[in-house]
């Protein structure tokens, strides 16, 4: 799908006002407003792609923006990084953990690991493909329908994750 060349230099010239215009409000709560709408427009329609027309559910989406909001308050609070150059900050470190988990599922070409978090044990729901080559590691641990549960109480087995 291409971008319509009629309407790159009108989308240019709109986000350029409205970036000036937000620098320019004077009012701490019109300027945090106009600050937040976009990055919120931009993730509603960011999920709209991925959940409207491609179908998928992905909580994972949701885990990388709040990585990136998690940046930007402790950016503030830690190194006293304004949020203006921390939002776009948040913005690479949101994609760098994004490549991070999403460049070895490409290269297998098949969803690797899931894993879900129980009040006492947390359980990895591996690819089938990967489990006979590991089952004398996993004995010891608690399987069923295609996942491994380790308890909460014990440390978990990082080398063999």
Same mark, same amino acid.
């Given at each position: 799908?291409?971008?319509?060349? =009629?309407?790159?230099?009108?989308?240019?010239?709109? *986000? !350029?006002?409205?970036?000036?215009?937000? !620098?320019?409000?004077?009012?701490?709560?019109?300027?945090?407003?106009?600050?937040?709408?976009?990055? &919120?427009?931009?993730?509603?329609l960011?999920?709209?792609?991925?959940?409207?027309?491609? *179908?998928?559910?992905?909580? *994972?989406?949701?885990?990388?923006? =709040?990585?990136?909001?998690?940046?930007?308050?402790?950016?503030?609070?830690?190194?006293?990084?304004?949020? &203006?150059?921390?939002?776009?900050?948040?913005?690479?470190? =949101?994609?760098?953990?994004?490549?991070?988990?999403?460049?070895?599922?490409?290269?297998?070409?098949?969803?690797?690991?899931?894993?879900? !978090?129980?009040?006492?044990h947390?359980?990895?729901?591996?690819?089938?493909?990967?489990?006979?080559?590991?089952?004398?590691?996993?004995?010891?641990?608690?399987?069923?329908?295609?996942?491994?549960?380790?308890?909460?109480?014990?440390?978990?087995?990082?080398?063999?994750?």
């Amino acid at each position: 799908m291409k971008f319509p060349r =009629g309407q790159v230099l009108p989308v240019a010239i709109f *986000g !350029a006002v409205y970036a000036l215009l937000t !620098a320019l409000v004077e009012n701490s709560y019109t300027q945090l407003i106009m600050t937040v709408v976009p990055i &919120w427009a931009v993730m509603g329609l960011s999920w709209n792609l991925l959940s409207g027309y491609s *179908g998928l559910v992905s909580f *994972g989406h949701a885990a990388f923006f =709040g990585l990136g909001a998690y940046f930007v308050a402790l950016a503030q609070i830690h190194w006293g990084l304004s949020p &203006w150059f921390g939002i776009p900050c948040a913005a690479a470190v =949101g994609a760098l953990a994004g490549l991070a988990v999403g460049i070895p599922t490409f290269r297998l070409r098949t969803n690797v690991v899931h894993y879900a !978090a129980f009040t006492n044990h947390i359980s990895l729901y591996p690819a089938p493909f990967g489990v006979p080559e590991f089952e004398a590691d996993i004995a010891t641990y608690g399987a069923g329908k295609g996942t491994l549960r380790f308890p909460n109480d014990a440390p978990l087995p990082l080398d063999l994750i």
